[in-house]
Nanobody, 120 residues
Framework: QVHVVESGGGLVQPGGSLRLSCAAS????????MGWYRQAPGKQRELVAS???????NYTDSVKGRFTISRDNAKNTVYLQMNSLKSEDTAVYLC??????????????WGQGTQVTVSS
């Protein structure tokens, strides 16, 4: 019943920009936080950015000043605006939604990921 779908990935040159979207199905009644992770070949998965229901944000050091996370509660959607992209940003970006359905226990729901490739 719960669906989490990422979109917006693609191929860009260094210095370019992309905007990722993560849409959670509306049957997730309460969303406590949403976050973007990334997994690159040969690297560990890392939390890139997160945002709470209250709007508090956190970023990993390597993207501070370049990436911005935001959310639209009415659309159950979180965005990741990525500017000044570098080759090391190349990865599959995955969205994590921490929330619950009506009458349900909270849990983590993951999307399938969207590929971001930064290359000249």
């Amino acid at each position: 019943q719960v669906h989490v779908v990422e979109s917006g990935g693609g191929l860009v040159q260094p210095g370019g920009s992309l905007r990722l979207s993560c849409a959670a199905s509306r049957n997730i009644f309460s969303i406590y936080s949403m976050g973007w992770y990334r997994q690159a070949p040969g690297k560990q998965r890392e939390l890139v950015a997160s945002i709470t229901s209250g709007g508090s944000t956190n970023y990993t050091d390597s993207v501070k000043g370049r990436f911005t996370i935001s959310r639209d509660n009415a659309k159950n959607t979180v965005y990741l605006q990525m500017n000044s992209l570098k080759s090391e940003d190349t990865a599959v970006y995955l969205c994590d939604v921490y929330g619950s359905e009506i009458g349900g226990l909270p849990g983590h729901y993951w999307g399938q990921g969207t590929q971001v490739t930064v290359s000249s």
